[in-house]
DNA sequence: GCCTGTCAAGAGCAGTGCTCGCAATTGTTG
DNA sequence: CAACAATTGCGAGCACTGCTCTTGACAGGC
């Protein structure tokens, strides 16, 4: 995103085109410095011109508005999250399901406790009087959401994946729902296995927003990573995941992994 | 909280301090009424003030500044989720741990749909240069998480929780945190179930913070109802917590129920 | 009945988002 | 190279915010 050679960005031809993607740029890098120190709703348009050594009516001329900047945030911080995530996954062999997953977690919440406020702005309260245009934010807002779903439908296909019948009946209107998300990503895993996959996501992001957000008290846990790790051992347990050196050949043969 | 027949408030003698407390009383209901519709960092103590019939610095009267109102919101908030909780709690038989397990889980995702931007000032993204006073807001900030203790040791020392074999071990830092939870409040359960029981309580509010903040897309669920159900059906499985109707004598005798 | 404490009012300071007209700069083009 | 036009910056201005301070009015307790 911050990369001005970045393979996918069009070529600049004039030197004002230039000027001005420069300009944006810097508007963004020191909009993502506020967030970081004031958080989202303190953004403001004058402190950014301010310190862009500029009026601030000038950053009008590059950014609409306050929500377009945000929107600009929202991108970058999402974009940086994926990058994380992917590069601490592809570190860990294709086949090690487990790992892959484990490390996914813990690049999420590293990336979280270096970027709260960032961390804040998507996955926090949403922001008042707000709304992300849809367009522009979610091919990067479900980059973690697909590489999670990768891992475990790639288990599931690898005959990796154990744990189906202790999970729970699902109704019909949710199978519909899965149904649909299956056929739209061309998924293989069973409803049980992709509710269970809906209920990881969220209480790894609940891990993640209780410790960022200040949920547990200031002295109740002093091995908070110690407490994430074994959050993350039961979570990849309730995927149906297994830990590297104890595969499985029949995901159907035992229910309950020691 | 806005009860003013509350049996713990002290008795208000001249009718200078009854005027005094039913004013307060009135800045917290129209700023809770302003939270609902704008969010927190759009709190103004001048709108507060003129829907209050009155100029804004005779706010200042009754309330030190914004961050107090923020406070009094804060308990106001906590209490009202926490009296929720109780109830439904409450309504379900003392030995049905499974039951008013999930009572409180159904709770609080109706407490949090029903006060979005409430939810949001307790579980959210942390307000911007405001920083809770613990004297004033623990008390009320734990009652969630003490029920659900309090459900689990209960069960636990009934006989009524299972699944330790399969949880993962705690190392010793994390034991040591978890010791001192367990003198403090004194518990009974051993370190698994306790650190079962912390992701249960962060997974908790994790799905229905995805619910509330919106990160579901607006699409990809609609049985959002039948999928909070299955949650809570596997985070109950994930505590040990076994439906009525399925009790067990001895928690040791089975890892794996079914 | 007087004094004291409480209270509302209003001005004022510093900050915010955002708009608009004018001037200057700067890249493009004849 | 010079003229044009697009782009950009500037500053004033509007309406809003939190918060402080002074002034004056009022009511309760002695």
């Known amino acids: 995103m911050n990369d001005p050679a970045a393979a996918a960005e069009p070529i600049l031809r004039t030197p004002r085109e230039r000027a001005r993607a420069q300009t944006i740029a810097d508007i963004v890098r020191l909009g993502r410095e506020h967030l970081a120190t004031q958080g989202a709703a303190a953004l403001s348009l004058r402190a950014v011109?301010?310190?862009?050594?500029?009026?601030?009516?000038?950053?009008?001329?590059?950014?609409?508005?306050?929500?377009?900047?945000?929107?600009?945030?929202?991108?970058?911080?999402?974009?940086?999250?994926?990058?994380?995530?992917?590069?601490?996954?592809?570190?860990?062999?294709?086949?090690?399901?487990?790992?892959?997953?484990?490390?996914?977690?813990?690049?999420?919440?590293?990336?979280?406790?270096?970027?709260?406020?960032?961390?804040?702005?998507?996955?926090?309260?949403?922001?008042?009087?707000?709304?992300?245009?849809?367009?522009?934010?979610?091919?990067?807002?479900?980059?973690?959401?697909?590489?999670?779903?990768?891992?475990?439908?790639?288990?599931?296909?690898?005959?990796?994946?154990?744990?189906t019948a202790r999970t729970a009946v699902v109704p019909s209107a949710l199978s519909a729902d899965l149904e649909a998300i299956r056929s739209e990503l061309g998924l293989a895993m069973p409803d049980e296995l992709q509710a269970n996959g809906a209920l990881v996501w969220t209480s790894l992001f609940g891990a993640v927003s209780f410790e960022v957000f200040g949920q547990y008290g200031p002295d109740t846990f002093r091995a908070r990573g110690e407490l994430f790790e074994h959050h993350l051992t039961v979570l990849a347990a309730m995927a149906g995941l297994v830990p590297e050196g104890n595969p499985r050949d029949d995901p159907k043969s035992a229910a309950t992994p020691v």
Chains 1, 2 share one sequence.
């Open 49 to 163: 011109a301010r310190d862009l050594g500029v009026v601030s009516s000038a950053v009008y001329r590059y950014v609409a508005n306050r929500d377009e900047l945000l929107t600009l945030l929202l991108v970058d911080a999402y974009s940086e999250l994926g990058d994380a995530v992917d590069a601490a996954v592809n570190a860990v062999p294709v086949r090690d399901f487990d790992g892959r997953f484990k490390a996914l977690g813990r690049a999420v919440r590293a990336w979280a406790l270096r970027e709260p406020a960032r961390y804040g702005l998507l996955f926090g309260s949403p922001v008042p009087g707000y709304q992300a245009p849809s367009s522009q934010t979610t091919t990067p807002g479900t980059r973690v959401i697909y590489r999670l779903i990768g891992i475990l439908d790639g288990a599931y296909r690898a005959g990796a994946l154990t744990a």
